[in-house]
């Protein structure tokens, strides 16, 4: 039987992210977008793990998870449970909290650590406190696959036809390309339609190149966290946000030309 999750979160672009990477993986996929709902959705549902955010509209997600652990238990059907935080400190301060969680991850994180958390917590041979350091290449190849399907249709359902083609300036490290190569189709400066650039010093050089298109002036954008003048938008790999605003941002361009 295929692994189910339940994700609970209640905001609606994080939602779509995070299920279309675990859809791709093969995770079947049910989405709380309250405390009420997940509950009942536990009851009435066989889950091998519930990722549970902490800030939720109702009450919060410590209190959640315990509601669902009881739930889960009474029904004879007891569920792994990981809190996803964008305060690690806050939740895991928490009297409890270590035995209630099976892990706490904290937001932001990568598409593919999702991926491999969940399969990890999911096998029944490994533990789920595991990385993908345990997993073989031939493994680890198909999930970054699948990571990219995920985005795929991520990009899709903002109107895009497929990845954005990116040039990344200056040259990525082998993970810096692994990780970008999630989101973008990386290519060559000549058939790119936007700039990545990955820091603030290159952006004088990149500036230069841009200018010698012909005109063509194809969107900066920039994945350092502070964002610096320069650069049309700022990109961050774990933040769903930043993706509907690229999304958005390269629809108008394109509806503009």
Not at 94 to 104: H, K, P, T
Not at 207 to 232: N, T
Request: net charge negative; proline share 5%; hydrophobic share 45%.
């Amino acid at each position: 039987m295929k692994p189910r999750v339940l994700l609970v979160e209640d905001d609606p672009i994080a939602q779509d992210l995070a299920t279309a990477i675990l859809l791709s993986a093969g995770f079947e996929t049910d989405v709380a977008p309250d405390g009420f709902v997940a509950v009942q959705l536990v009851r009435n549902n066989p889950y091998s793990i519930a990722l549970v955010d902490y800030h939720l509209p109702e009450m919060d997600g410590y209190a959640l998870a315990k509601l669902m652990r009881d739930a889960a238990n009474d029904e004879g059907r007891p569920i792994k449970l990981v809190g996803i935080t964008a305060d690690r400190d806050g939740l895991a301060a928490r009297r409890g909290a270590d035995s209630l969680f099976e892990m706490i991850i904290v937001k932001p994180f990568l598409p593919q650590k999702l991926i491999d958390l969940v399969s990890n917590a999911t096998a029944e041979t490994r533990q789920l406190g595991q990385m993908s350091s345990d997993i073989s290449l031939g493994e680890e190849n198909m999930l970054a696959d699948r990571a990219r399907g995920a985005a795929v249709e991520f990009w899709r359902a903002r109107g895009l036809a497929c990845r954005p083609r990116a040039f990344v300036f200056p040259a990525p490290s082998p993970r810096q390309a692994e990780n970008l190569s999630t989101c973008f189709d990386l290519v060559s400066e000549a058939a790119a339609e936007l700039f990545i650039l990955l820091h603030k010093g290159a952006s004088e050089q990149l500036a230069k190149i841009r200018a010698q298109r012909d005109g063509d002036h194809l969107p900066i954008v920039s994945i350092e966290r502070s964002a610096f003048s320069g650069c049309d938008l700022h990109f961050e790999i774990e933040d769903p946000q930043s993706w509907s605003d690229l999304a958005e941002f390269l629809a108008r361009l394109r509806r503009s030309a």
